[in-house]
């Protein structure tokens, strides 16, 4: 018997379907009530199609539904029929009542039978995509607002429409496909327009936060990347990593300005000031450290390296790093 929860006590008329192919196999009789000790509740009678037949012998067997004005058969009254017997047999004024018409049968209460057992297959089925729906919300919400969507279209009903409601209610969200091992870091820029993602891929990735599409892929780090950062006016970015190394990026581009070296152990950590002229990265080398983010022009780079150093290079660093070159200093004197 199909979609018993469906029934109700007191329900009856109602045709029974054989899931596999559909046909009506039977009328249900009965849905019982319970005892004055509350047994027995819900214990349904159905009379099977060849006992209609042998009541009724003008239901011909090439009907697809048996169930044509059988109403007769329900018990008005409570009346059970011996065991290894059939229900009692209806009077001729009955007979006459229920004998087939002439004619098309195509739409008769057969057919809005049928329907309604189809209806309440649906309706089931419904209930039951809502419930996969309900249980993954929170664990796999694409999969969850799909589910949502298929309950609704099965059946409208109260299941169905909760679970569309609260597919509807998720936040905004896409799946951002590209790196090819764990993401382990990613950032907004302050405009809200470009979404900065790093991973043990060695790689940096741009995307478009509104669109979800990606902008710009850069491999440049020799290990997983583990930090990013966007300076304020969302123009540079930072990246730091297991090879020990800081960069800056220029953000329309995707080129490095500059690598950053310094930490002798991974760089996890990392921050702009809030007047961007300064970089802060510490890692697993147990320091901090403070970079200008100002990038000087390369003559008072030159200048400046050459004030830090405060020396030129020594007859053995100039053989072992510029053999057959002139032997100009490096850094000559004002």
């Not at 006992?51 to 409570?78: K, N």
């Not at 297959?121 to 949502?148: D, F, G, M, V």
């Not at 509807?168 to 900065?196: E, I, N, W």
């Not at 969302?234 to 297991?242: D, M, N, V, Y």
Request: proline residues 7%; hydrophobic residues 35%; charged residues 20%.
């Amino acid at each position: 018997m199909t979609n018993a929860n469906d029934l109700t006590t007191g329900f009856s008329d109602a045709p029974v379907l054989d899931e596999v192919t559909g046909l009506v196999v039977g009328m249900l009789t009965e849905i019982t009530v319970p005892d004055a000790l509350k047994r027995g509740q819900g214990i349904a009678y159905v009379t099977p199609t060849e006992a209609l037949r042998e009541i009724l012998p003008e239901l011909a067997s090439q009907d697809i539904c048996s169930y044509r004005g059988l109403e007769s058969f329900t018990p008005r009254r409570q009346q059970t029929a011996p065991a290894g017997r059939h229900p009692p047999q209806p009077d001729p004024q009955h007979r006459a009542r229920l004998a087939p018409r002439p004619g098309p049968r195509r739409r008769g209460r057969c057919a809005v039978a049928v329907a309604d057992g189809v209806t309440a297959r649906e309706a089931a089925a419904s209930r039951q995509i809502a419930a996969q729906s309900r249980k993954l919300i929170r664990t796999n919400p694409e999969l969850a607002s799909l589910l949502a969507v298929r309950a609704y279209r099965t059946n409208h009903n109260a299941e169905s429409w909760e679970a569309l409601r609260n597919a509807a209610a998720l936040p905004h969200h896409q799946r951002l496909a590209g790196h090819t091992d764990s993401v382990r870091s990613m950032a907004f820029s302050f405009d809200g327009k470009t979404l900065a993602t790093v991973g043990d891929d060695h790689t940096l990735r741009l995307w478009n936060a509104d669109k979800g599409t990606p902008l710009v892929t850069r491999k440049e780090h020799t290990d997983e990347v583990y930090a990013v950062a966007f300076n304020p006016d969302g123009r540079t970015l930072a990246t730091g990593s297991i090879d020990s190394t800081a960069r800056l990026w220029n953000v329309a581009s995707g080129k490095t300005l500059i690598t950053l070296l310094g930490h002798s152990d991974a760089v996890f950590w990392l921050a702009f000031s809030p007047d961007d002229h300064t970089l802060a990265t510490a890692g697993a080398d147990f320091t901090v450290r403070l970079w200008s983010t100002t990038l000087p022009r390369p003559e008072a780079a030159l200048a400046n390296i050459c004030r830090t150093v405060g020396r030129d290079l020594t007859p053995q660093e100039r053989t072992a790093y510029l053999p057959g070159q002139s032997n100009d200093p490096v850094c000559p004197s004002d």
